[in-house]
């Protein structure tokens, strides 16, 4: 089975930005709908934002405004646009492919805002 992989993650200062991309290698990516969640120590994991396969966006109160979820089916990829980042952004960030009852995970993307 082909996972989804997520990179683009690192260190960056408060109010910077950073663009998180998830890519599904495979046919179909286009009927899929993809989402971002993220973890941090000690905490649940949340959900931050998804895209369906129309392109209908959705996003979590603590994001809005500041992040941008996209996607592009002709390269198999989803991305965040992360702005304004926050310490509190800091987590590790998760893609997630579903469609029906398949459900996918990736490895996820380390990022971190430092104060």
């Known amino acids: 089975q082909v996972h989804p992989v997520e990179s683009g993650g690192g260190l960056v200062q408060a109010g910077g930005s950073l663009t998180l991309s998830c890519v599904r290698s495979g046919s179909a990516f286009s009927i899929f709908a993809v989402g971002w969640y993220r973890q941090a120590p000690g905490k649940q994991r949340e959900f931050v934002a998804d895209?369906?396969?129309?392109?209908?966006?959705n996003y979590a109160d603590s994001v809005k405004g500041r992040f941008t979820i996209s996607r592009d089916n002709a390269k198999n990829s989803v991305f965040l646009q992360m702005n304004s980042l926050k310490p509190e952004d800091t987590a590790v960030y998760l893609c997630n492919i579903k469609r029906l009852a398949f459900d996918d995970w990736g490895q996820g993307t380390q990022v971190t805002v430092s104060s």
């Open positions: 895209i369906s396969a129309g392109g209908r966006t």
